[in-house]
């Protein structure tokens, strides 16, 4: 039999584990981790076919760290652990219309783009290796992918302690919930301190100004959620073990 208060804490851990996964496989999903805004562009033809071919060159064009960050600078870019994207008008001259209606043109980063190494100048892969970018990067798309596999397994094991009845596992759980929220927390310092590197090595232009974007606030609210799902747990399964074994005691007794 499972005291109320064992029961309560188990439900509201489930929950912010819930929520917690929900907010970090948005996050994970999406583009907005960075976002630039960029000043706007001159209205005359030439200047419009360079955006133009650097558009064309982002979407199409071989996979370029220093081109394309060169592009998102200029056209209001945003990026993701697995994203990155442009916000260009929609079909129409840019030269013509003062105010065109805009859209968002995103490419993937393939798993293979994800292992490619960084470098000290970006662009110059005849250049020294930038170790610690190329690893910061490989940890920022891995981490997350690490703390989701943990909480499902963690969901898996409290699916067959349900089945079991038993309390037992829950320690275990509560583990796994912890080290997803410290997976997650690592994720969002990978991911700042790559970017914060790179705008060393490939300075933005002026009055291009870059922000935080709501998807790696997302991510950052996962961890704590995360960790608060492990301290209800674990408090659940400490504590009933403790009541068990005064049970067992006083049954001895």
Known sequence: MVDNRYAT????GSVLSLLATVYLSVAVGTQHWYQY???PAASDMANSSDLRNQRDEFLNGEFDEKAYSDTLFRLNGTLGLWWRCVRVPVDSPWFKEPDPKMETQCVSFTLQQQFIPKYKEPGNHNGQEDLLRTYLWRCQF?????SLGLVFLGALIGLCACLCRSL???LGIGVLHLLAGLCTLATVCCFLAGMDLLHQANLPPDRVDGSLGWSLYLALISSPLHMMAAALLLWAARSHRQSY???????VA
């Open 168 to 170: 037992t596992p829950t």
């Open 245 to 251: 074994h005064r049970m067992t005691a006083y049954r």
């Open 37 to 39: 805004q960029s000043p």
């Open 142 to 146: 891995l981490l997350p992918l690490v």
């Open 9 to 12: 804490a188990l439900v509201i």
